[in-house]
């Protein structure tokens, strides 16, 4: 049994202090200074606050329109989830089990579109939805339903690229069974590929959605008033007056609270491993 010296220990617990605060001293600044007025938020810093008020979490839903905002985060990011998850297994399937010609050329496809930063498709996706507008009167600029097809652009090839090596990671006998027992690819993919790549697939889900509701650039050029999502809208709390620093504050900690939470039940799935004795 081998026995850590004394002075790794002191090293770890002082590493380890360190990383951990430079990772809540944000969030302690965020959350106290989302409880004072916006006088003492200006004024000098200090780390204890001389007054403490939760108007700010009233403010914050009449300065803008921070519920619409957020119900349109929310739609958008698990609609880029849902159609990244399910595009990603089918396609990530294929490339692991199946041989067919462009195998190659489309894995190495998939991949290098990764190299390219995002704002290169900026222009290029505004002019195909205008077009795509003004030819058959379906509308992608300005709607939610664009920005869902916008996020899959970015989204898709790492959930595929991803999934790849997750299901190449199962046991080819577990699809042979299922296909001795009379189920079909698609059969022994939902059926058993599937509940056993769980936590693959979930881990694809968390980065959609994360990507989608983090996302700035795409969300502040191709929505309007009505489809802006939060990260646009947490702008709007700096006018001509001013920023409203206590109610940005405010609302970042009041939005982040679902995600966190949701990321806390899902997390078990990431760390799960389901493979494991899945062929005796």
Same mark, same amino acid.
């Given at each position: 049994?081998?026995?850590?010296?004394?002075?790794?220990?002191?090293?770890?617990?002082?590493?380890?202090?360190?990383?951990?605060?430079?990772?809540?001293? /944000?969030?302690?600044?965020?959350?106290? %200074?989302?409880?004072? $007025?916006?006088?003492?938020?200006?004024?000098?810093?200090?780390?204890?606050?001389? =007054?403490?008020?939760?108007? /700010?979490?009233?403010?914050?839903?009449?300065?803008?329109?921070?519920?619409?905002?957020?119900?349109?985060?929310?739609?958008?990011?698990?609609?880029?989830?849902?159609? %990244?998850?399910?595009?990603?297994?089918?396609?990530?399937?294929?490339?692991?089990?199946?041989?067919? $010609?462009?195998?190659?050329?489309?894995?190495?496809?998939?991949?290098?579109?990764?190299?390219?930063?995002?704002?290169?498709?900026?222009?290029?996706?505004?002019?195909?939805?205008?077009?795509?507008? *003004?030819?058959? #009167?379906?509308?992608?600029?300005?709607?939610?339903?664009?920005?869902? +097809?916008?996020?899959?652009?970015?989204?898709? $090839?790492?959930?595929?690229?991803?999934?790849?090596?997750?299901?190449?990671?199962?046991?080819? =006998?577990?699809? =042979?069974?299922?296909?001795?027992?009379?189920? #079909? /690819?698609?059969?022994?993919?939902?059926?058993?590929?599937?509940?056993?790549?769980?936590?693959?697939?979930? &881990?694809?889900?968390?980065? &959609?959605?994360?990507?989608?509701?983090? =996302?700035?650039?795409?969300?502040?050029?191709?929505?309007?008033? !009505? %489809?802006?999502?939060?990260?646009?809208?947490?702008?709007?709390? %700096?006018?001509?007056?001013?920023?409203?620093?206590? !109610?940005?504050?405010?609302?970042?900690?009041?939005?982040? +609270?679902? +995600?966190?939470?949701?990321?806390?039940?899902? *997390?078990?799935?990431? +760390? *799960? #491993?389901?493979?494991?004795?899945?062929?005796?």
């Amino acid at each position: 049994m081998l026995f850590e010296p004394r002075w790794f220990r002191w090293v770890r617990w002082v590493g380890l202090t360190f990383f951990a605060g430079l990772v809540l001293l /944000p969030l302690y600044v965020m959350a106290t %200074s989302a409880a004072k $007025p916006l006088r003492d938020v200006q004024s000098d810093f200090r780390w204890l606050p001389s =007054e403490l008020t939760l108007q /700010p979490f009233v403010d914050i839903w009449r300065t803008i329109p921070l519920g619409r905002y957020f119900l349109n985060s929310v739609i958008v990011s698990s609609a880029a989830a849902l159609f %990244s998850v399910l595009v990603a297994v089918f396609a990530a399937y294929a490339i692991s089990r199946f041989r067919f $010609p462009g195998r190659g050329l489309f894995s190495v496809t998939v991949l290098s579109t990764q190299m390219f930063p995002g704002i290169l498709f900026l222009l290029p996706l505004f002019l195909i939805y205008v077009n795509i507008d *003004q030819l058959t #009167g379906i509308t992608l600029y300005g709607s939610r339903f664009g920005l869902v +097809v916008t996020y899959l652009t970015f989204s898709l $090839p790492f959930s595929i690229w991803m999934l790849v090596g997750y299901f190449n990671s199962i046991p080819r =006998e577990l699809d =042979e069974a299922a296909l001795v027992d009379g189920a #079909g /690819p698609v059969g022994a993919l939902l059926r058993v590929v599937v509940p056993v790549a769980l936590p693959g697939i979930v &881990a694809v889900a968390i980065y &959609a959605f994360v990507t989608a509701w983090s =996302e700035v650039l795409f969300a502040s050029i191709m929505t309007t008033e !009505q %489809s802006r999502t939060l990260p646009v809208g947490l702008q709007l709390y %700096s006018t001509q007056a001013g920023v409203y620093w206590n !109610q940005v504050m405010a609302a970042s900690l009041v939005v982040s +609270v679902p +995600v966190a939470a949701g990321f806390l039940m899902l *997390q078990r799935f990431l +760390v *799960q #491993g389901l493979t494991a004795g899945a062929v005796k």
